[in-house]
């Protein structure tokens, strides 16, 4: 079908598949050459031995023979692909709205009006676009706890009357008023709410303690090694220590000692001025961030998001922020140490040596992943221990040989090309710098890495690679094999010896993504996998408290596969590797976010985010959505919202 000249259904992440890494790595002939003689490599291995049978990727991952009487992990009817107005979840399970964009966050926060949004209102209510989702027990119970939410944009068309839904990006709302604008900035950043449930019932706790709203004013410090640079200092901050605000918050992660990581994905598209022009070394690493954008009308309200007039305020976005959710009154903190790109996900283990390992993507096509290694050892008797251990560390970016290992290449100024004959000052301008830091070290291009996992149980790690369309036959490479990737695939990684800190790893496919029935697609699936249980456009992952992988997915539609997105469970080990499994499906136009699971497995909290974004030729607007999901009304805009699922009479998710 003919996509229509661009209308509304452009969405910021589609920017992102244009990628702005037009550095050399890796000779694509040494790939090429490579990537062939391991595919000839495993191809004959798997002719020639008897063990072919029996033997997995997972298998040939780990060089085990695998357990050939594994079981598969999920146990639910599933639901039946399509794409409609609604949501549908399993037979047998509750979706249970639990808040939507406008409800009351904190005390005061007056009822949602959709024809008279303000910003006063908007600051003390749950934000726009619900993205990751981090649930954190109260007490230890699993019925009673934090919910923190982030809220990563906003979508105009849909949540004022009469925005032009054929913007074109680039001159995107630039009509908007500054009361929108200032209503814009409110709906962006963070929620925490209290959530509680009764029998089968969960609710938000009213006029909780912890009830907070992060927003794009928030004050926020500035800490690790950029902190102080003479690159963060704007001439409201002198110091360069102090920001206000986080924003286009995508995924994020949970600490073991209870804080939250919130990580700014594409900070770009907020900065006004393409005319400036700056110094050549900045305007090099704007032209790398893909910056400025001008997605949005901020810069024309506000001086500090116009690159002419604050040229390092951009600098102070694109970090991941740690913040304490039990204190609402506690200074968020971005930390530098863990690098400055366009974060997705912070999924995290510690180490068997008590360091702590966050692993990173960074959501552009053609970008990479990375890894970040504390100094000190995570202290698990004192909560305050930890209070500053992410300031202090290593960054890694990931190349994946064609051989199937990987090596993880330290960003530490001094080290190989990251010097001062390569233009950078010190450390904090590495990590200010980091795609450049990384080009320069050959960091292996990947398929817009998006959230990242680690699964507990078996120290394998999982990245969700969404699509890149940017790839083709010359640049396609092991770990990154079809051209033309429309739907994506999902790869795993074995850290070498099983430390999550070492130098190297292991690395396989899981799944190459998208309908299995259709031969030039080139999907994986396990054949077990029935017409509902494929899916395309992995986003967002987490593993539950059983040691089973769930995948959400940004970009099924009508127009691509004929489904909506949704909440997939996808087998990782066993003959039933790479089935997947359709648990939760979204209405049409959004996008699955922030699964999130709790501790006793009763519980699924899923980000249902743009909920009636326009896609494919049907063009969707605040007057005329294509759904009015999830209160049908016929005075209220599709909200995005946080849906609760539950077992019917209560009992474990799937199993
Ligand atoms: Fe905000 Fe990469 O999704
Ligand atoms: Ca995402
Ligand atoms: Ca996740
Ligand atoms: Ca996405």
Redesign the pocket.
């Known amino acids: 079908m003919a996509v229509p000249d661009q209308p509304r259904s452009l969405r910021f992440?589609d920017a992102?598949d244009i990628g702005s890494n037009d550095s050399a790595n890796p000779a694509f002939a040494d790939i090429l050459a490579e990537r062939f003689s391991r595919r000839d490599l495993m191809g004959g291995m798997l002719a020639t031995t008897a063990m072919a049978a029996v033997l997995s990727p997972a298998a040939l991952l780990t060089g085990c023979a695998e357990d050939v009487s594994a079981t598969p992990n999920f146990n639910f009817p599933e639901v039946a692909a399509g794409a409609n107005e609604t949501h549908y979840v399993a037979e047998g399970y509750n979706a249970q709205i639990l808040i939507r964009w406008g409800d009351k966050v904190v005390t005061g926060a007056p009822a949602f009006e959709a024809a008279k949004l303000s910003a006063d209102a908007q600051a003390m209510q749950f934000g726009y676009n619900n993205?990751f989702l981090g649930f954190i027990p109260i007490g230890g119970r699993s019925d009673l706890g934090l919910l923190v939410v982030n809220h990563?944009y906003t979508n105009e068309e849909l949540m004022f009357a009469g925005a032009d839904p054929t913007a074109k990006r680039g001159k995107r709302f630039a009509n908007m008023t500054p009361q929108q604008v200032a209503v814009e900035m409110m709906a962006h950043g963070g929620s925490v709410i209290e959530v509680k449930r009764e029998g089968e019932t969960w609710k938000v706790v009213a006029d909780s303690k912890y009830a907070r709203r992060i927003t794009a004013h928030t004050e926020m410090e500035i800490t690790g090694p950029a902190a102080g640079h003479d690159k963060m200092k704007t001439s409201a901050d002198p110091d360069g220590r102090k920001v206000l605000g986080m924003i286009?918050n995508?995924?994020g992660a949970i600490t073991p000692w209870g804080t939250w990581l919130s990580c700014e994905?594409?900070f770009n598209g907020y900065f006004w001025n393409k005319k400036a022009s700056p110094n050549s070394l900045h305007a090099a690493a704007l032209q790398r961030y893909g910056a400025p954008s001008e997605w949005y009308s901020w810069g024309k309200f506000h001086d500090r998001f116009d690159i002419a007039k604050e040229p390092n305020e951009i600098n102070r976005f694109g970090w991941v922020v740690e913040i304490d959710p039990f204190d609402p009154a506690s200074t968020p903190k971005k930390r530098t140490a863990l690098g400055r790109f366009?974060h997705?996900g912070a999924g995290n283990v510690v180490n068997k040596d008590g360091r702590f390992v966050i692993y990173q993507g960074d959501?552009q096509a053609l970008d990479y992943i990375y890894r970040f290694v504390t100094r000190g050892k995570v202290d698990e008797a004192r909560r305050e221990g930890n209070k500053d251990l992410l300031d202090e560390g290593t960054l890694y970016v990931a190349r994946f040989d064609a051989d199937g290992s990987g090596v993880w290449l330290p960003l530490v100024f001094g080290s190989g090309p990251l010097t001062r004959a390569s233009g950078f000052t010190d450390q904090g301008d590495v990590l200010i710098h980091t795609r450049i830091a990384a080009d320069l070290v050959g960091a292996t291009k990947m398929d817009?890495p998006?959230d990242i996992e680690v699964n507990w149980k078996t120290g394998k790690v999982y990245c969700m690679l969404?699509k890149n369309k940017e790839r083709n036959a010359f640049s396609a490479d092991a770990a990154n094999p079809r051209a033309d990737n429309a739907f994506g695939h999902i790869i795993e990684l074995l850290p070498a010896g099983g430390d999550h800190a070492g130098p190297t790893f292991r690395w396989e496919i899981l799944v190459k993504c998208g309908d299995p029935g259709s031969g030039n697609v080139g999907a994986t699936f396990n054949p077990a996998t029935s017409a509902n249980g494929w899916f395309a456009n992995p986003?967002n992952c987490v593993v539950d408290a059983e040691g089973r992988l769930w995948v959400a997915t940004?970009g099924n539609s009508i127009d691509s596969t004929g489904r909506a997105d949704g909440l997939w469970g996808l087998e990782t080990d066993g003959k039933a590797r790479g089935t997947g499994r359709l648990f939760f499906r979204c209405p049409v136009g959004a996008e699955l976010c922030g699964p999130c699971i709790t501790p006793d497995s009763r519980t699924f909290f899923v980000a249902v985010q743009h909920p009636g974004q326009s896609t494919g030729g049907r063009v969707s607007t605040f007057e005329s959505p294509s759904t009015r999901w999830p209160d049908f009304d016929p005075e209220t805009p599709p909200r995005p919202s946080v849906v609760a699922i539950t077992r019917t009479g209560g009992g474990k998710i799937g199993v």
Do not use: H, L, V
């Open positions: 992440e992102e993205d990563e286009n995508c995924s994905e594409n366009k997705e959501d817009r998006e969404t986003d940004d």
